[in-house]
């Protein structure tokens, strides 16, 4: 099983409030990625997790909380966001952060801030 | 990061073999070559990796030149499915998938 999955698919909300994205694998991976896809453009790292500890913040606005209740669990928290935070978000997992290792892409759920 | 230089689109036919190439004349002994596919409308897919061999899996070969500044991509008979963009990333140490732009594979049938 080489899945990641990803809820909602899809998520409309307003500037004033709060909202959660969430992100599962059961693959036993160590680490887990958060990704940011304005239209046309490519992925743009968020947030790296590392044995469940965050490792990795790209300067990302503190309106995105993320956060790795467990292994196997990767959410972002959402608060006040602006229209421009619209895209798609996507999740990745690893086996462990270090190069030799592949990444696995969920589908994504894609923001519109209103 | 170091760079890739890709070509922004490429065009084949369906069943013909497609050479994706990637240029990456920055590269560090320790950098890794991944690549990775968009289909549209969905979330990237990993299609293959390697440091200094050249490698084959399922999906794709990857030929790396001696020097490794440059490596290619190579779809061996594609597919309307293989239209998709394709990155081409170099992975080091530091935890991080750093996308460019990417080529647009486009397959006429």
């Known amino acids: 099983d080489t899945e990641v999955t990803q809820t909602p698919k899809h998520l409309v909300m307003g500037m004033t409030n709060k909202k959660s994205l969430k992100c599962e694998q059961h693959?036993?991976?160590?680490?887990m990625y958060w990704y940011k896809q304005k239209a046309k453009k490519p992925p743009e790292l968020m947030f790296v997790y590392s044995y469940e500890k965050l490792s990795i913040n790209e300067s990302v606005p503190s309106r995105f909380s993320p956060e790795c209740p467990n292994s196997s669990l990767l959410n972002l928290h959402l608060h006040a966001l602006q229209p421009e935070d619209s895209a798609l978000y996507l999740c990745a997992s690893s086996r462990t952060p270090g190069p030799n290792y592949e990444q696995y892409f969920g589908p994504g759920t894609r923001l519109t801030v209103t | 990061d170091a760079k890739t230089t890709q070509p922004n689109s490429m065009e084949s036919n369906e069943e013909e073999p497609v050479h994706l190439p990637c240029n990456h004349s920055?590269?560090?002994?320790?950098?890794?070559i991944h690549w990775y596919r968009q289909l549209p409308s969905q979330g990237p897919e990993y299609v293959i990796h390697?440091?200094?061999s050249n490698v084959n899996n399922r999906m794709a070969s990857l030929a790396i030149a001696e020097d490794r500044k440059s490596s290619t991509l190579i779809l061996h008979r594609a597919t309307l499915r293989d239209a998709a963009v394709y990155y081409c990333?170099?992975?080091?140490?530091?935890?991080?998938?750093?996308f460019g732009q990417g080529t647009r594979l486009t397959i006429n049938p």
């Open positions: 693959m036993g991976h160590r680490a």
């Open positions: 990333i170099l992975k080091e140490g530091a935890q991080k998938l750093v």
């Open positions: 390697g440091l200094t």
């Open positions: 920055t590269i560090s002994g320790t950098d890794y």
